[in-house]
Every structure is written in structure tokens, then in C-alpha cells.
């Protein structure tokens, strides 16, 4: 990345305007073959948020105020605050319904519970547009059945709307199999990609719905009048020339994104090869820190939810101890153990999401249990209410 930076820094004009496109374009197939699609159909922008956004406020509501955007209520924070923003400024045009999901769940039920909602916005005179839904959730990190989801959608007429954020790097995504109406995925959480990055899916039915990028730059193309393009290298796809040139935005992470892959592949040995450990050190590292703090791990009987490279280890506090403490715990993880695990409450307990990654091993997630453990009996002892 600092080779990105370093050039465009010493040559500002001649970087960004005539080399940076051609090797953008390289990182856009190496992405578009991971994802195994058409380049043209793959673009980049800074983060899975962002691309969720470019999404929803490309969408036209329908002036009936008939449309509903559906999501699970594990949706990640920042996406579901966009939809509370595209329904609070869209004039009543547009509503939303979230599905509840308390987990543990097998898949068939979180595809009942979208079938029934479905069927309960119909009867109430509302249609569904939208659906948005992660690959893996974010809190608690669990696999979602995101492939039958959307299917469901497809058969029902509903826009989907993945959110990959975990996601590529992390488990096998085929995008030509799963055909969604829009992906996004992060390549800096799990495909050792620079932060930030992340990839931006359209397949070409649903290309001329994303008018702009995000914000709106050269690429736009106009319907009221014609204006001038400074940059030299347009791309002759509209989709791809749009997001190529967003503002003076410091793209070398994207530029990265080729140079990763290839590094996965000489050195660690392919995607596959990684899938297949960190999944497992996942699974049995899961069960590892369970066993040091005395309690289990976040699973349903199929073993659906654990399909990925991140667990959810329950923690011995009380609910009423966990509410007050998870401030004070995440902190003291950082100053006193300097390290960081994500805390957080589900169905009535506090659990921690631990990530299993190619640099970790079984000793890391018994260290984990450990650290978690003594922070537990630090709240017990009253440290916490002492802040």
C-alpha cells in the first residue's frame, strides 16, 4: 500500500489520472474472479456501510407508500441506522419491518419467520422492495441461511440487498450460484486487504439503478444537462466509470486488493486451504474458551450458525452484572491485556465474539477464555462499580 501511496504522492496528476484506473481495473478482476462474476459487475468503495448506503439511496420509492424494506434485527448497527434514515427522510414514501431472531435458530426458522413476514406486509397493504441480510451477522457473529434467503426473495419479487461485510476471505461466496440483486463485501476484515476497502456487486439487470456513486462525483452522468469530465481514463462501462474517481478519496487499499489475493495464494496456500483451518480453528476454539470460563457456545443442533470463522463464547456473569459491566470490561481489555474482543447481550446473556484468523491458533482462543475469565471475576469482586 505505502508503493500505492508513495506514487501518487510523488506524482500526483500522472498517478491518479493515467495509472491508477489500469490498476484499479486489475483488482477489480482479481475480486470479480474470487467472487466468480463479470468484471464490469464489481466496483469499489470504502467500507460495507458505504455500500449499503450507495444502494438504498439509488433506490426510487414508490409514491403509493406501499414499500417496505425488510431486515433481521441483527442487522449491523450503522446499516440498520441507514434504513431509520431513508424512512424518516423519504416523506412516508417508505417503510420497514424487522424480523425478530433470538438464537439460538435453525435455518428453517429464520426462513419461516421471512416467509411469514412476507406474508403479513401483503395483508396489511404494504409491499416488500427490499431485503437486507448478512452473510455473517456482526453480534452475534453467525452464519445467516443468506443463500435460501435469497432465493425466497427472488421467488417473492424482493430485491436482495447482502451484506457480505464478513464475508469474502471468510467463507466461499459464488455470486454467479447466488445471483443477488446487490452484494457488498468488506476486503479489509477477512481478505488482508488495508482498511479501507470493500467490494461493491451489481450484476448488469440492476446496473442503471445505481445512478451515483457516494457521494456523487465525475462519473455521474447527468439527464438535465451534459458536463465535463476532467479525468482522461473513463471507463466504457457507465456502472465502473461512476465509482472509478470518487473525490480525492485515497484509493491504494483497493489497488491492494489484487496483491492479497495473490499473496493468499502463494503463501497460505489458497482460499480454500484457509477456509477450511480458520472455520475450524473457530469451531474448536470456540469450545476451548468455553471450557476455561465454564460455559458453552452460541450453536444450534445442525451446526448451521457455525458455517464461518468466528464464534460466540457465553460468559459466566449475571444478566443484571453483564448490563453494567461490558464498558468497563472492553476497556480494561485494551489497557490492562491489550487486546480487544467484542461484548455483547443476546436473548438474556453476555457473550464475547472471538474471530478465528490465519495468525491464531488454539492457544490464542484458551488465552482468550483466560483473560475473559479474570475480567468476570474482577466485575464479581466489585471492581466495575468502582469506575
Known amino acids: 500500500m505505502r508503493q500505492y501511496q508513495d506514487r501518487a504522492e510523488a506524482k500526483p496528476d500522472q498517478f491518479i489520472r493515467y495509472e491508477a484506473p489500469d490498476i484499479l481495473n486489475e483488482s477489480r478482476e482479481a475480486v470479480a474472479k474470487l467472487l466468480n462474476v463479470p468484471t464490469d459487475t464489481v466496483v469499489f468503495v470504502s467500507n460495507a456501510t458505504i455500500g449499503v448506503n450507495t444502494v ?4 426510487v420509492w414508490n409514491d403509493d407508500c406501499k414499500d417496505e424494506i425488510f431486515s433481521f434485527t441483527t442487522i449491523y448497527g450503522a446499516c440498520g441506522k441507514t434504513i431509520d434514515y431513508i424512512v424518516d427522510s423519504g416523506f412516508g414514501r417508505v417503510s420497514s419491518r424487522e424480523i425478530l431472531l433470538n438464537y439460538p435458530l435453525e435455518d428453517e426458522e429464520i426462513i419461516a419467520a421471512l ?8 395483508r396489511e397493504g404494504k409491499r416488500a422492495r427490499i431485503c437486507v441480510f448478512d452473510t455473517v451477522s456482526s453480534l452475534p457473529a453467525v452464519r445467516l441461511p443468506f443463500e435460501e434467503i435469497a432465493k425466497v426473495c427472488k421467488e417473492e419479487g424482493i430485491l436482495s440487498l447482502v451484506d457480505g461485510a464478513q464475508g469474502i476471505g471468510m467463507i466461499d461466496i459464488d455470486l454467479k450460484a447466488l445471483d443477488p440483486d446487490f452484494f457488498i463485501s468488506n476486503c479489509h476484515k477477512w481478505l488482508h486487504v488495508p482498511r479501507s476497502s470493500a467490494v461493491l456487486y451489481v450484476p448488469f439487470r440492476n446496473q442503471a439503478l445505481m445512478l451515483s456513486s457516494l457521494p456523487t462525483s465525475h462519473g455521474y452522468v447527468s439527464k438535465s444537462r451534459e458536463r465535463f469530465n476532467p479525468l ?10 461512476n465509482f472509478q474517481f470518487v473525490g480525492t478519496l485515497d484509493i491504494s487499499p483497493y489497488l491492494c486488493a489484487k496483491d492479497a489475493i495473490a499473496w493468499r495464494e502463494q503463501v497460505l496456500g489458497g482460499e480454500a486451504r484457509i477456509f477450511e483451518y480458520i472455520q475450524r480453528l473457530a469451531r474448536e ?6 471450557q476455561v470460563l465454564g460455559t458453552e457456545v452460541l450453536e444450534n443442533k445442525s451446526g448451521s450458525m457455525s458455517r464461518c470463522a468466528t464464534t460466540n463464547v457465553a460468559l459466566p456473569l449475571k444478566t443484571e452484572e453483564a448490563f453494567n459491566a461490558i464498558g468497563w ?11 480487544f474482543i467484542p461484548l455483547f447481550t443476546h436473548n438474556g446473556r ?5 474471530s478465528a484468523q490465519v495468525y491464531l491458533d488454539i492457544e490464542d482462543f484458551e488465552w482468550a477464555g483466560q483473560i475473559l475469565l479474570e475480567l468476570c471475576e474482577r466485575v464479581k469482586r466489585g471492581e466495575a462499580k468502582a469506575v
Open 350 to 354: 453476555l457473550w464475547a465474539r472471538i
Open 329 to 339: 470490561m472492553q476497556e480494561k481489555m485494551m489497557s490492562d491485556y491489550k487486546t
Open 232 to 241: 482522461p481514463k473513463q471507463h466504457k462501462s457507465v456502472f465502473v466509470n
Open 285 to 290: 476454539g470456540g469450545r476451548k474458551a468455553a
Open 56 to 59: 438504498l439511496r439509488n433506490i
Open 115 to 122: 416467509k411469514d413476514a412476507i406474508s403479513n406486509s401483503a
